[in-house]
């Protein structure tokens, strides 16, 4: 009987300390289920109730399924783990591999047509709207897709290709494609992807909400710059020929691009729109 007991023991705290084990993982799966639910809460003027999230919203349904895929691919069950993330893709329409890194917060819009790649991280508080596409640009089998940091906005059907990292706070302006690092809380726009620097345009930094019509637009910004500064230098030159008496050309056919009322119409919107 001692022995038994000698014996029966130890299972005995195995069992309890499994079962602590288990308690603490689901209690931290929940906690972050919610977390989930509050950012959805938090960034969709849409949402009106907790429930109504639950039950409705893909991009929600979307990371729970792939935290369990995710789940079976770190213990090594990849056929498991992939028709779990299958079944992901034709129920939400959101394609996220399992091998692919989630934080809590994460708040995908829609969803629909978002890609995810298997190397790939997305931090925590992160936003990601309807097309976004984190790919690889190489074949080999290690880290090739994007690493994003916290906090990063992430606009309509923006590309970001690579093993590159993209700071926290970042904002990828919709219709991007990203193929080089991204700093901290820098704004990129355009394709290929330019930083648009803070203190020459007003519109260098947008609300978590991204406003779409409202983007900064770098190479609108450069035409812009180009045209002034010929502007100025055709100006120079008419005084200096009116100083030096030489008759300037009357046959210039670029002289109604002087006019900036009629140069800025063969341009986009200075800040979208």
Avoid at 30 to 44: F, G, I, P, Q
Avoid at 161 to 173: H, S
Wanted: charged share 20%.
């Amino acid at each position: 009987m001692a022995d038994e007991q000698h014996v029966t023991a130890p299972t005995s705290d195995c069992a309890q300390a499994q079962q602590a084990g288990f308690v603490r993982r689901w209690g931290a799966r929940l906690r972050c289920m919610r977390r989930d639910v509050e950012a959805v809460m938090t960034h969709d003027p849409a949402a009106r109730t907790a429930v109504e999230v639950v039950l409705t919203y893909p991009g929600l349904h979307a990371l729970w399924l792939h935290r369990v895929a995710h789940d079976l691919w770190e213990v090594e069950r990849p056929l498991a783990a992939r028709l779990i993330s299958h079944a992901n893709r034709f129920f939400t329409g959101i394609e996220v591999h399992p091998g692919a890194t989630i934080g809590q917060g994460v708040f995908i819009d829609h969803g629909m047509g978002v890609v995810i790649g298997e190397t790939a991280t997305v931090g925590d508080g992160c936003i990601l709207y309807k097309g976004v596409v984190l790919g690889g640009t190489t074949m080999a089998r290690n880290r090739r897709h994007p690493q994003l940091g916290s906090h990063v906005v992430v606009g309509t059907n923006a590309c970001i290709l690579g093993n590159i990292e993209v700071g926290d706070g970042a904002r990828i302006g919709s219709g991007s494609v990203v193929i080089h690092p991204v700093g901290a809380g820098a704004t990129v726009v355009g394709v290929p992807g330019r930083e648009v620097v803070p203190g020459h345009d007003k519109r260098a930094r947008f609300d978590a909400t991204l406003d779409h019509a409202s983007l900064p637009d770098p190479v609108s910004a450069m035409l812009r710059s180009l045209r002034d500064e010929n502007h100025r230098l055709r100006e120079r030159l008419e005084r200096l020929e009116a100083a030096l008496k030489i008759e300037s050309p009357q046959d210039d056919e670029d002289a109604h691009l002087i006019d900036a009322g009629l140069a800025t119409t063969d341009l986009p919107p200075q800040y979208g729109g």
